[in-house]
């Protein structure tokens, strides 16, 4: 069964630094999105991307996060200058069109230390 | 909001009990879409109604849509030890899923 995959699994990092969390969506997928989840928590909403744009973001997706497909198949998401409040975590999604049914990888479990 | 809260937050029930949980929701949605997550991994699609469907059934999973009540419920009958896991209501519009805080269901053998 095709699946999203997630690299890395787990990430740990210094507070301030940059990280890339990177997403192979699934090959005929044309929407990609990622998710976060902190602890416990409820699954949060952060970006979605279609034909190489992202067509909707949500309030925490600020300057600090950003997007892209740099190669036409990784899906990644750059969290720069990290802070505390970013451990979480993080889920790409992928799905072939829209109101269809959505496939989520594993997860990167991000931790700022 | 359009997200969908789930109701209970937890539920225990023995195994072959029946689990319900209900999910609601503020504005108009295309489909809702259930989802299982177990302990930290990805989330896993089970079933999506579409808003001019009421009830949907895939196995042991029947999920119904009450538009007017802007509301839908999950039953998992027969519930096994494996149903163990957050289970997680998404409402699909304006093209993003977006997800109540899920109901924790514990199956105890």
């Known amino acids: 069964e095709p699946e999203v995959t997630q690299t890395p699994s787990h990430q740990v990092t210094q507070m301030g630094q940059e990280v890339i969390l990177r997403c192979v969506p699934i090959s005929n997928h044309l929407y990609f999105y990622w998710y976060r989840q902190i602890l416990g928590q409820k699954v949060e909403f952060l970006v979605s991307?279609?034909?190489?744009?992202?067509?909707?973001k949500s309030e925490i997706f600020d300057d600090q996060f950003s997007v892209e497909r740099p190669d036409g198949s990784n899906f990644t998401l750059k969290i720069r200058s990290t802070k505390l409040e970013d451990s979480a975590m993080y889920f790409c999604a992928t799905r072939e069109w829209v109101n269809t049914e959505a496939f989520f990888g594993q997860g990167t479990r991000l931790t700022v230390v | 909001s359009q997200q969908g809260e789930e109701d209970p937050q937890a539920l225990s029930i023995q195994e072959g009990e029946n689990a319900t949980m209900n999910c609601s929701y503020k504005t108009s949605i295309n489909n809702l879409q259930w989802y299982r997550q177990n302990s930290g991994r990805g989330l896993v699609h089970l079933i999506l109604i579409r808003s001019n469907e009421r009830e949907k059934h895939s196995g042991r999973l029947r999920v119904t849509l009450d538009t007017s009540k802007k509301s839908s419920s999950l039953l998992i009958t027969a519930s096994r030890a494996a149903d163990t896991a957050s289970y997680f209501c998404?409402?699909?519009?304006?093209?993003?899923?977006?997800f109540g805080a899920g109901t924790t269901v514990t199956v105890r053998a």
């Open positions: 998404a409402t699909d519009n304006d093209y993003k899923l977006s």
């Open positions: 991307f279609y034909n190489n744009e992202i067509s909707e």
